[in-house]
């Protein structure tokens, strides 16, 4: 067990607690299985591998080997998702793609991908969310006919205003005349991508072999290329059932992947912006999804040290270090003395105080759509650059370099000067803030944040999920410096049901690596598909999930209480609706009936600490461990 002694409140005000990939794309060619498309057997008939089975019309077993000889078309479809080192497909098993789904266990040997057995199409989609953002590389998703992409909508919505790429393969059988019983037709349908369309970055519906090969490949470039999204592919029933024909099998080729380079900044943009910034009397940095590679925070602290400006961090990925002398989040000052601001890759650009000068730099700009609005607010700004802001960061830091003074950079060190204090500050702020209700049960959040940092500060960890609403004492108490420490805040959409299968997608990621995943897990969260919890022991993913278990969807209550008294009403009732009490969950059990080791619910503080040195003994042995802990609001 770890030797780490729990937080008592007097170290922690002395500050004890406190103290201080990019994904790889191979040649498709060279990572095809050795049996090549061109090499298929001859067919030796048409129409249906098997009997249909399905609703009320349920057919004997077949027989081993009944079916039409030659090699099925979903043995080529594998080969095509291997060509793009795809290390795992998340699914809930459904018969549209059981041939696939017979392919990558047989044919492929359940490797490069991994089957993972999931509960809900939701939990598939959102823990390739949050694979892709501890990973830098997309996960592949299989989902069933029209119940099962319905299913998974909410999470497909999620990636989407993440700009997060998933590759999705939905099962369909589009040949009416081929379909079985009763339940092929009715999740079967003529355009399968409608559901999602309006939300997916792009789709298509192959009818031929080949069409899969090219759409597959172009829907992975097109799923990762900035501003990035997820894709859907359509995959026939009976493509992929049925036998190669001889004449196909001489043209069948996969596609080599190219990657596109992502789009900079115009030059003469780029160089208004740097005299706008070096010239300014108190420029403010404000990144939210702009690190987009494991190069994006080490050119964000390049181009804040050259300009010595305050840098906000909205933390949709990991951008900057949360110790940094220039990082001001946790401070209003910097917005309020701004006379310049540059916006990285923003969801919502900051609302400025006349005569404040705007600099927008984001490839979103490239790719917006009418019915779904995560564009946020129209924004007035001097400079926009419809661009990637990481790909643009070197040209700018250059041009900058080249603007600065003498006289400018003494300006700089005395700004330098000035937010090291504030910053400091900010850090002894919070530190005495955090030790306001230490001793209270329910269990502050601030005390929630403190107990884990203080078992993980000396580990190689990753913080994969961060559900519920903790005050931003994680951020406000943690020490963040590598890329991978913060995957990236919400879902995009803040859907609820993101947090928990996203952390264990993250937690996926990060198992090859040895790092201690973990998660902040909210209550409401936990109970919707409370089966990826399932999928975790399964799969033997070592998360570490700590809930913020205040017992109510919060928000919710504050909403309402502020409607009453807006309506000059009782503010005393508002608990109906939005709490999750009488009776009081036992998450603890749950997720022992999930077979996941849980402790809990802990309301005495004191018992905290021992209980998270046990459970990351857990995960240190590769298994999944949460801890149900009964929590102040926020």
Not at 3 to 16: Q, T, Y
Not at 191 to 208: Q, T
Not at 589 to 599: D, E, L
């Amino acid at each position: 067990m770890s030797g780490n002694p729990a937080v008592d409140r007097r170290s922690f005000l002395k500050g004890a607690a406190v103290t201080g990939a990019a994904a790889l794309v191979p040649d498709a060619a060279a990572n095809a299985t050795p049996e090549a498309a061109s090499q298929a057997a001859p067919a030796q008939g048409t129409g249906p591998t098997m009997p249909p089975v399905g609703g009320r019309d349920i057919d004997p077993a077949v027989a081993i080997g009944a079916g039409p000889a030659g090699r099925p078309g979903s043995d080529f479809m594998l080969d095509v998702l291997k060509s793009l080192d795809f290390e795992y497909v998340a699914s809930n098993a459904g018969s549209s793609f059981r041939g696939i789904h017979e392919s990558i266990i047989n044919y492929g040997n359940n490797q490069l991908p991994e089957f993972l057995t999931c509960c809900h199409e939701e939990s598939s989609v959102a823990m390739a969310h949050g694979y892709y953002k501890a990973e830098g590389k997309p996960m592949a998703v299989l989902c069933h006919g029209t119940v099962g992409l319905q299913h998974a909508a909410m999470a497909v919505y999620n990636a989407y205003c993440d700009r997060v790429p998933v590759f999705i393969l939905a099962g369909n059988h589009l040949d009416a005349a081929e379909r079985g019983g009763s339940v092929e037709w009715q999740h079967s349908v003529q355009d399968a991508a409608a559901l999602v369309r309006d939300f997916v970055k792009w789709d298509d519906m192959p009818v031929s072999l080949g069409h899969f090969a090219e759409s597959a490949v172009r829907a992975y470039k097109i799923a990762i290329t900035p501003p990035m999204g997820p894709a859907v592919i359509v995959i026939d029933g009976h493509l992929q059932e049925n036998p190669i024909a001889p004449e196909e099998a001489s043209r069948l080729r996969v596609p080599r992947l190219t990657v596109a380079t992502p789009p900079q900044g115009d030059s003469g943009a780029v160089a208004e912006a740097a005299r706008l910034l070096v010239n300014a009397r108190n420029p403010v940095i404000v990144a939210d999804r702009a690190a987009r590679t494991p190069a994006g925070m080490p050119l964000l602290i390049e181009l804040a040290e050259t300009l010595q400006a305050s840098v906000i961090d909205q933390r949709g990925r990991m951008n900057f270090p949360s110790r940094h002398p220039l990082n001001q989040t946790v401070s209003r000052q910097p917005m309020a003395d701004a006379d310049v601001i540059l916006g990285l890759e923003l969801t919502s650009f900051p609302r400025a105080r006349a005569g404040v000068r705007l600099i927008s730099i984001e490839s979103t700009a490239l790719y917006i759509k009418s019915n779904y609005q995560d564009f946020q607010r129209y924004a007035e700004v001097d400079v926009a650059m419809a661009a990637d802001a990481e790909a643009t960061l070197p040209a700018l830091i250059d041009a900058c370099r080249r603007l600065i003074t003498v006289d400018r950079r003494r300006a700089f060190a005395e700004r330098r000067q000035r937010l090291e204090q504030a910053h400091l500050e900010g850090l002894a702020a919070a530190r005495a803030e955090a030790a306001y209700a230490w001793d209270a049960s329910p269990i502050s959040t601030a005390r929630l944040a403190a107990e884990i940092w203080a078992q993980i500060r000396n580990e190689d960890w990753s913080y994969v999920s961060e559900s519920g609403n903790t005050s931003d004492w994680v951020f406000r108490l943690w020490n963040f410096t590598e890329r991978y420490h913060h995957t990236g805040n919400s879902s995009g959409a803040t859907g609820v049901g993101y947090g928990a299968p996203a952390g264990v997608g993250g937690a996926l990621a990060n198992k090859k690596h040895g790092r201690i995943s973990v998660n902040i897990q909210s209550d409401g969260d936990f109970l919707y598909a409370p089966g990826v919890w399932w999928t975790a022991a399964h799969h033997r993913i070592p998360l570490l999930s700590v809930m913020h278990n205040n017992r109510a969807y919060h928000q919710e209550i504050m909403h309402i209480q502020r409607m009453a008294s807006w309506r000059n009403r009782d503010i005393t009732r508002a608990h109906i609706g939005t709490t999750i009490e009488n009776p009081n969950v036992d998450f603890a059990k749950i997720a022992q009936g999930m077979g996941v080791h849980a402790q809990g619910p802990i309301t005495n503080p004191n018992e905290l600490g021992p209980a998270i040195r046990r459970a990351i003994e857990v995960v240190k042995s590769g298994e999944p461990s949460l801890i149900d802990v009964v929590t102040q609001p926020r």
